[in-house]
């Protein structure tokens, strides 16, 4: 099934769907999709049959697998404080 085919399925089963056109452009090679239904959210990293994902994308995923918490922000330049404050909240 092609990246195509799979947004599309995604898209009737009621998924939000998320598609990085080239990774390779961004800062680190990131997963291609992401997916998001009620409580879940999902990263696919999507490899043609003989291909294998780059170490950093397999970094990422290897990453994502492991996350408990998901939050969300809109971030504005005058929110310097409560951004330096979400950042530095991780332990």
Known sequence: MN???I???AR???WRCYHTHDSRRG???FPDLLLVK???LVFVGLQCEPGRPTSEQSGWLKALVVVTQ???YV???HDNAHIQRVL???K
Do not use: H, I, N, S
Request: hydrophobic letters at 15%.
């Open 3 to 5: 990246t195509r085919e």
């Open 27 to 29: 800062d680190e090679p």
């Open 70 to 72: 998901v939050e969300a």
């Open 38 to 40: 009620g409580e879940r």
């Open 88 to 90: 530095k909240e991780c």
């Open 75 to 77: 971030w504005r330049p």
């Open 12 to 14: 009737r089963y009621g």
């Open 7 to 9: 947004r599309k399925l």
